[in-house]
């Protein structure tokens, strides 16, 4: 059953879509940029946790030799908060990758 937002024109993604689109141009980018950093900090790790140990076997942490997933997100951010520079990169990884592609893009457009 359609609710009466949904008749006028959309469902909830839709009028997220066109909010976006209305807001300034900075400001969608600082939206974009600001999403892709949370999903280097919050999704990345267990997504290279999953990928590594398929390929490479359990993450090891210590003496525990089945650490899960969270062993390995608590020893990610204990290097972001030491400011290693491998750590950091991942966290901003899918941001500037996405700001290359588009500067990318933009200069083939060109």
């Known amino acids: 059953m359609m609710t009466s937002s949904e008749a006028q024109g959309g469902g909830p993604l839709q ?3 066109s909010s976006v689109r209305e807001r ?3 400001q969608r980018e600082l939206i974009l940029f600001v999403l892709m950093t949370l999903f280097g900090l919050i999704v ?3 997504l290279i ?8 076997g359990p993450y090891t942490h210590g003496q525990d030799l089945h650490a899960g997933p969270f062993a390995l997100v608590a020893d990610y951010y204990t290097g972001l908060v030491h400011g290693s520079a491998v750590f950091w990169s991942v966290a901003l990884g899918p941001a500037v990758l996405i700001l290359l592609m588009r500067l990318f893009l933009a200069a083939w457009r060109r």
């Open 44 to 46: 990345m790790p267990f």
């Open 15 to 17: 009028r997220l879509r």
């Open 49 to 56: 946790w999953f990928a590594s140990s398929r390929v490479l």
């Open 24 to 26: 300034p141009r900075l």
